[in-house]
């Protein structure tokens, strides 16, 4: 765990992959416990130290994650999340060519493009399935796509949500032929050899919802050696 910003109402911190945010049924150590130990051991707080959990990034990606240290940040910072007040920018690493026939080309560097598809979710098999047109049970998920860099056998591309679905970003990358490196879930051939997927919360910017302070974070990006083939 890296702190990347801390104040009185909010720690903003730079998760590594393979931690989880908070607890699951694997009854793991969380990122949550670290930050919270970081607190007590750095303030010399006595007692439970209050922490809330803003968001979630899931277990095999890696970057930027916010948490509330008071009450009054949970609260603001929850009703920011939920209008769309926090913007969020992801980077994922993905095959060069795309692996799917006929499927979307991403174009250019630094060409955009919105991808909108409807995605269902399988509970039991934890897996999100995209859908060209709308069906039962479907949600809307809308996101912008944009070349930064292209490498021998892989590109970087950056990702802007409209839609927090689930696995939203790592579905619809899959659906044109393109799955993030290391996420065998949605089709990529290989896993990494730490077990994170190549998807990076690398940015996030904010209104601070106490100070009314701008404040704008970026993480840097894990040490799996691929990534340093695009720094």
Same mark, same amino acid.
């Given at each position: 765990?890296?702190?990347?910003?801390?104040?009185?109402?909010?720690?903003?911190?730079?998760?590594?992959?393979?931690?989880?945010?908070?607890?699951?049924?694997?009854?793991?150590?969380?990122?949550?416990?670290?930050?919270? =130990?970081?607190?007590?051991? *750095?303030?010399? #707080?006595? $007692? @439970?130290?209050?922490?809330?959990?803003?968001? &979630? %990034?899931?277990?095999?990606?890696?970057?930027?994650?916010?948490?509330?240290?008071?009450?009054?940040?949970?609260?603001?910072?929850?009703?920011?999340?939920?209008?769309?007040?926090?913007?969020?920018?992801?980077?994922?690493?993905?095959?060069?060519?795309?692996?799917?026939?006929?499927?979307?080309?991403?174009?250019?560097?630094?060409?955009?493009?919105?991808?909108?598809?409807?995605?269902?979710?399988?509970?039991?098999?934890?897996?999100?399935?995209?859908?060209?047109?709308?069906?039962?049970?479907?949600?809307? =998920?809308?996101?912008?796509? *944009?070349?930064? #860099?292209? $490498? @021998?056998?892989?590109?970087?591309?950056?990702? &802007? %949500?409209?839609?927090?679905?689930?696995?939203?970003?790592?579905?619809?990358?899959?659906?044109?032929?393109?799955?993030?490196?290391?996420?065998?879930?949605?089709?990529?051939?290989?896993?990494?050899?730490?077990?994170?997927?190549?998807?990076?919360?690398?940015?996030?910017?904010?209104?601070?919802?106490?100070?009314?302070?701008?404040?704008?974070?970026?993480?840097?990006?894990?040490?799996?050696?691929?990534?340093?083939?695009?720094?």
């Amino acid at each position: 765990m890296e702190v990347l910003y801390e104040d009185n109402h909010v720690i903003i911190v730079n998760k590594a992959p393979g931690e989880i945010v908070q607890g699951d049924k694997t009854g793991d150590r969380t990122l949550a416990d670290d930050v919270k =130990a970081y607190i007590k051991e *750095k303030y010399n #707080k006595p $007692g @439970e130290v209050f922490l809330g959990t803003v968001h &979630r %990034l899931d277990r095999p990606v890696s970057g930027v994650v916010v948490f509330a240290r008071t009450s009054k940040a949970l609260t603001r910072l929850n009703e920011m999340f939920r209008r769309g007040d926090v913007h969020k920018t992801y980077h994922a690493i993905v095959p060069l060519i795309s692996e799917r026939a006929g499927s979307v080309q991403i174009p250019t560097v630094g060409e955009p493009l919105t991808l909108t598809h409807f995605l269902t979710r399988d509970e039991k098999r934890n897996k999100a399935f995209a859908h060209n047109q709308e069906v039962h049970g479907a949600k809307r =998920a809308v996101l912008d796509l *944009k070349v930064l #860099k292209n $490498g @021998e056998r892989t590109r970087l591309v950056e990702v &802007r %949500l409209h839609t927090g679905r689930h696995h939203q970003i790592r579905c619809q990358l899959s659906t044109i032929g393109f799955p993030i490196r290391g996420d065998l879930k949605y089709g990529a051939p290989r896993s990494n050899p730490d077990g994170s997927i190549c998807l990076h919360a690398r940015h996030i910017a904010f209104v601070h919802p106490v100070s009314q302070q701008e404040i704008a974070v970026t993480a840097p990006y894990p040490t799996l050696s691929i990534w340093k083939n695009f720094e």
